[in-house]
């Protein structure tokens, strides 16, 4: 199983953005659909996008038009390009496959 470690967070002001990584352990180029997701205190974990090999892209509304998801699959590696961040958007962030194991994640404050 190709484990998943996320990197990148951190704190930043109302309006800033950020870059996340996660880096595989291994190939993951015949993981059909990579995403992001994200659990704020209190709140259960929810979905915020998805990658598929072929590239398309599915946003959650909330983060729609703010957040990029890519790929790298030379690389192993997911990207979620985060900008004009609110601070709604602080949570935990998770990269996670199907059937695939939750790593620790990355936390993400945006302070207003």
């Known amino acids: 199983q190709v484990r998943l470690v996320e990197s990148g967070g951190g704190l930043v002001q109302a309006g800033g953005s950020l870059r996340l990584s996660c880096a595989a352990s291994g190939s993951i180029v015949s993981i059909n659909v990579m995403g992001w997701y994200r659990q704020a205190p209190g709140k259960q974990r929810e979905w915020v996008a998805y990658i598929t090999t072929s590239g398309a892209r599915t946003y959650a509304d909330s983060v729609k038009g703010r957040f990029t998801i890519s790929r790298d699959n030379a690389k192993n590696t997911v990207y979620l390009q985060m900008n004009s961040l609110k601070p709604e958007d602080t949570a935990v962030y998770y990269c996670?496959?199907?059937?695939?194991?939750w790593g620790q994640g990355t936390q993400v404050t945006v302070s207003a």
């Open positions: 996670h496959y199907p059937s695939g194991s």
